[in-house]
């Protein structure tokens, strides 16, 4: 089936600095993927929508210049955590679909902590 | 506006016992729906999927959902419990067809713990 690699896992950084978080379709060609925010106990929250060779749509309320998206492939989209303060410490999932009614297949996550 | 509301925030069954993990969504038109698990620190699986159709699904390990419009539920089941299955279970719906196919609305997760 259909898989999403997403890297690192687990991430910890010093606040200030800028953390990547690579997603990757690994068998599949994805013109979008998507990135979802995960709070502790709680549900998942689209941050953003990553569209291959356009700019991405964010959410409201998500800072665009601070999550910065990059989807330079049919098969790599990248989340660019800039600036990073404590309260960016989450867990972040990326996703992806290679047509438009499939279901979305869902990387492992990375679980960002900023110190 | 679109949500999805799962009620039981916190669910404990004994093995072997059978189990149903409540949806309910609220959208303008029946929109497309799915039940997905996330086990701790991991990403999360699809168990099954309802675009159209029969409103029985099965999906993967064993577990069934049943929709029903006259009540707005995506309700999961599953006849006998495994200790395996112990994990977050996340229902999720987004509005069928067009392009925003990707963006799900997630209900707050229920977690299913498994006694021995």
């Known amino acids: 089936g259909a898989v999403v690699s997403q890297h690192p896992s687990r991430v910890i950084c010093k606040s200030g600095t800028s953390v990547k978080i690579e997603c990757r379709s690994l068998?599949?060609?994805?013109?979008?993927m998507f990135w979802y925010r995960q709070f502790p106990k709680q549900s998942l929250m689209l941050m953003a929508t990553?569209?291959?060779?356009?700019?991405?749509?964010?959410e409201q309320g998500v800072e665009k210049d601070k999550f910065l998206i990059n989807h330079a492939s049919l098969t790599l989209s990248t989340l660019t955590v800039t600036s990073a303060h404590p309260e960016d410490s989450s867990f972040y999932i990326c996703?992806?679909?290679?047509?438009?009614?499939?279901?979305?297949?869902f990387g492992n996550g990375t679980r960002l902590t900023v110190t | 506006a679109q949500s999805v509301t799962q009620p039981d925030i916190h669910i404990t069954v004994s093995e072997g016992a059978s189990l149903e993990l409540r949806c309910n969504y609220s959208?303008?038109?029946?929109?497309?729906l799915f039940w997905y698990v996330q086990s701790p620190g991991q990403g999360l699986q699809l168990l099954l999927k309802?675009?159209?159709?029969?409103?029985l699904v099965q999906g993967i390990k064993g577990f069934e959902a049943e929709f029903k419009r006259s009540q707005s539920s995506f309700n999961l089941r599953k006849p006998s419990v495994h200790w395996s299955d112990a994990a977050e279970y996340f229902c999720?719906?987004?509005?069928?067809?067009?392009?925003?196919?990707?963006?799900?609305?997630f209900g707050q997760g229920t977690i299913l713990t498994v006694h021995p």
């Open positions: 309802y675009f159209s159709g029969d409103t």
């Open positions: 959208y303008g038109a029946t929109p497309y």
């Open positions: 999720a719906a987004r509005n069928a067809g067009g392009t925003s196919y990707g963006k799900l609305t």
């Open positions: 990553s569209n291959e060779g356009s700019k991405a749509t964010y």
């Open positions: 068998d599949f060609q994805a013109t979008t």
């Open positions: 996703s992806a679909s290679s047509t438009g009614n499939s279901p979305l297949h």
